[in-house]
Nanobody
Framework: QVQLVESGGGLVQPGRSLRLSCAASGRTFSNYAMGWFRQAPGKEREFVAAINWSGGNTYYADFVKGRFAISRDNARNTVYLQMNSLKPEDTAVYYC???????????????WGQGTQVTVSS
């Protein structure tokens, strides 16, 4: 079993940066692929980024356009999402997820955090 806790969200101005963290419990963290998803008000949950168990392979949604970077530190049981050049349309609740495979579909992940709010205000 895996428990996930996101942190690092907040209110930022357009063009600024945030780094989200997702801390996982247990010694099995390195066995899981990790993903970041977001859900804006009135919209469906959408894929943002994913990383495989070793950190050697990463995947990004097209709308990220090189602004975001996902990474993981297995020694600290933590996955990160570095978000640069934030835009108002990035405003959403951001969730981290753990799964057996590195997928871009939210329903393929097994474990979810409670989310952290990111608000980009113009």
């Amino acid at each position: 079993q895996v428990q996930l806790v996101e942190s690092g969200g907040g209110l930022v101005q357009p063009g600024r940066s945030l780094r989200l963290s997702c801390a996982a419990s247990g010694r099995t963290f390195s066995n899981y692929a990790m993903g970041w998803f977001r859900q804006a008000p009135g919209k469906e949950r959408e894929f943002v980024a994913a990383i495989n168990w070793s950190g050697g392979n990463t995947y990004y949604a097209d709308f990220v356009k090189g602004r975001f970077a996902i990474s993981r530190d297995n020694a600290r049981n933590t996955v990160y999402l570095q978000m640069n050049s934030l835009k108002p349309e990035d405003t959403a609740v951001y969730y981290c997820a753990a799964g057996r495979f590195t997928m871009t579909q939210w329903n393929r992940y097994n474990y979810w955090g409670q989310g952290t709010q990111v608000t980009v205000s113009s």
